[in-house]
């Protein structure tokens, strides 16, 4: 069984920086993709970054390109979310999700292309 656990979230003021972390047991390898999404208050779940099994590729959503950064340490089977000049929008809990499996250049963006997803960690940002 695979689990995922989110941490690094808080309380924040508008244009402050946030590091979110994932942790992933219950595998034998790190082959395979992970992403983020972030679900606010009365909306659908969105697609927030996703990074390929090696590291190599990346995709971010245009609302966060530029202030967002995903990456990943296949040593510590941790993924991690840095979060640069918050805004009140940026509001949501944020959630890691992994597939069953993935290629090594697939980064999945779809909510659908994951199968496993963690708790979700608040990040609420001030004016």
């Known amino acids: 069984q695979v689990q995922l656990v989110e941490s690094g979230g808080g309380l924040v003021q508008a244009g402050g920086s946030l590091r979110l972390s994932c942790a992933a047991s219950?595998?034998?390898?790190?082959?395979?993709?992970m992403g983020w999404f972030r679900q606010a208050p009365g909306k659908e779940r969105e697609f927030v970054a996703a990074?390929?099994?090696?590291?190599?590729?990346?995709a971010h959503a245009d609302s966060v390109k530029g202030r967002f950064t995903i990456s990943r340490d296949n040593a510590k089977n941790t993924v991690y979310l840095q979060i640069d000049n918050l805004k009140p929008e940026d509001t949501a809990v944020y959630s890691c999700?992994?597939?069953?499996?993935?290629?090594?250049?697939?980064?999945?963006?779809?909510?659908?292309?994951?199968?496993?997803w963690g708790q979700g960690t608040q990040v609420t940002v001030s004016s």
């Open positions: 999700a992994a597939p069953r499996s993935s290629s090594y250049y697939q980064v999945p963006i779809r909510s659908y292309e994951y199968d496993y």
């Open positions: 219950g595998r034998t390898s790190s082959n395979y993709a």
């Open positions: 990074i390929s099994w090696n590291g190599a590729y990346k």
